[in-house]
């Protein structure tokens, strides 16, 4: 939503102050302009990135204009999961948890938390480590340099769309000036004709500069940014289970652990000490 209004008021800036000086919109309108510098951004895409990361760039941008799922009220659910996990653990021993490991679907711990379960990465991020636990044959020191390799990795695969779409923006001013360049010489083997004309098309090119300007700073850079918000809130959350397990793992108790998880969420989504501690009383009631 947010995407669609900044959109809005990037156009209606350019465009508004375009009018207000006297301009007309008309003459902004030059499709040979935006196939040019369309075309080539295009082209630089494909060039410059193999499959793989064309594809990944395509199914991140509709991220974009989604808004974020990791809130307040996930992250509660996140460690009300991870406090009945440990609970469990620490009532039953490790082997307990074995089976929701291992079939995570048919847990009726991780079944009470749907909009987790459904997190394909943060689910497979979990129980990877909690079988780990259970096989008892790695330390925590072990498990935290794996789990930071793990993030890392996660992190990087996360830059490909966002470095992808950053050096599309980089090249739009200069297929810009390529644009008003052609356009150029397209006015100089037309001089013959009327100065009217001869003006129009000296408009155009010009509109291919300001094309390649807008399109880059306006609309696509911006893109890029966004996707790196988004990169850094899906982090927050496999660094919030790690430190969880990692304290459970240096046999602090389940309150306790899920306290460090809490600890290092961003301040926006972090629930207080009370709201988690009442959060947690009022599911064990249940």
Known sequence: MFVIIGYVVVLGSVLGGFILAGGHVHSLIQPTEFLTIGGAALGQFFVANPPNVVKATLAALPSVLKGSHLNKALYM?????????????????????????????????????????????????????????????????EIENLMDNEIETHHHEGEVPIHAMAKVADGLPAFGIVAAVMGVVHTMESVGIPPAELGKLIAAALVGTFLGILLSYGFVS???????????????????????????????????????????????????FRELEEDLKARKGK
């Not at 927050?236 to 108790?253: D, H, T, W």
């Open 77 to 141: 659910d996140l460690l009300a999961m991870l406090y009945e996990i440990l609970s469990k653990v620490r009532k039953e021993g490790l082997m307990s948890i074995e089976n929701d490991v291992e079939n995570p679907e048919s847990s009726p711990i991780f079944s009470k938390y749907p909009a987790i379960a459904n997190d394909h990465h943060a689910m497979e991020f979990l129980c990877d480590y909690l079988r780990m636990m259970v096989g008892g044959n790695l330390n925590a020191f």
């Open 222 to 272: 911006p893109i890029a940014t966004a996707l790196e918000h988004k990169l850094h809130e899906s982090t927050k959350m496999f660094q919030c289970m790690k430190v969880v397990m990692l304290a459970s793992m240096n046999g602090y108790a389940p309150q306790v652990a899920v306290e460090f998880g809490r600890k290092v969420l961003y301040s926006s989504d972090r629930p207080s």
